[in-house]
């Protein structure tokens, strides 16, 4: 765990480097994890049956969630995945949601598959988006994030971070999803 922590602490400086600026003291990253990272926690939908969970040595953590997408459209969030948050997040917060994803099999024709939607949103109705982003990977391994403050405060359960997939016809692993509150 400790390797990946690493690496994405020095790929969020450029994230965290206002308050680097400012003169405060960097935080122990594992801290400031407030959501269920490993793939066996992700909420899946969608899909027909429960996607595997696969051993990949190449990812942070050793495993990934290998999602099968049987084709895209106009719909990109009928195929998607859910991490709930643990702890609860103040009005102000800077947030980064950050994800490693890999295509496993790419869109026929394609170089890289596209993740429609990553976001952190309400995890019931409306659903309202507090801010995301999209992302594109190939078949190696790629770090992807979204950066975003929280718009009030929020208690336990009440946001989640939310991939939307289903965007062509793919195979996409998705290995660690950390939600980073960087004020604590």
């Known amino acids: 765990m400790k390797t990946w922590l690493i690496t994405l602490a020095c790929c969020l400086s450029a ?12 935080s122990d990253v594992s801290k400031q994890i407030i959501n269920a990272p490993t793939p066996e926690t992700f909420n899946v939908y969608g899909l027909s ?16 969630l290998r999602v099968p997408i049987a084709g895209g459209g106009d719909q990109p969030w009928s195929v998607g995945l859910i991490s ?31 993740i429609a939607t990553i976001q952190v949103g309400l995890a019931k109705e409306p659903y309202t988006t507090v801010f ?43 290995g660690p999803i950390l939600l980073l509150d960087l004020n604590k």
């Not at 975003?148 to 016809?169: E, Q």
């Open 15 to 26: 994230a965290a480097a206002p308050a680097f600026a400012q003169g405060q003291p960097q």
């Open 49 to 64: 049956t429960k996607p595997a969970v696969v051993k990949d040595k190449n990812v942070q953590g050793g495993r990934a």
């Open 84 to 114: 709930s948050i643990n702890q609860p997040v103040k009005k102000g917060d800077k947030l980064v949601a950050a994800v490693w994803a890999r295509a496993e099999k790419l869109p026929e024709g394609a170089t890289t598959a596209k």
């Open 132 to 174: 995301k982003g999209e992302a594109e990977v190939g078949s190696e391994w790629k770090m992807v994030h979204v950066v975003g403050v929280a718009d009030r405060d929020y208690a336990v359960g009440d946001i989640s971070v939310s991939l939307h997939l289903a965007t062509a016809k793919q195979v996409l692993d998705i």
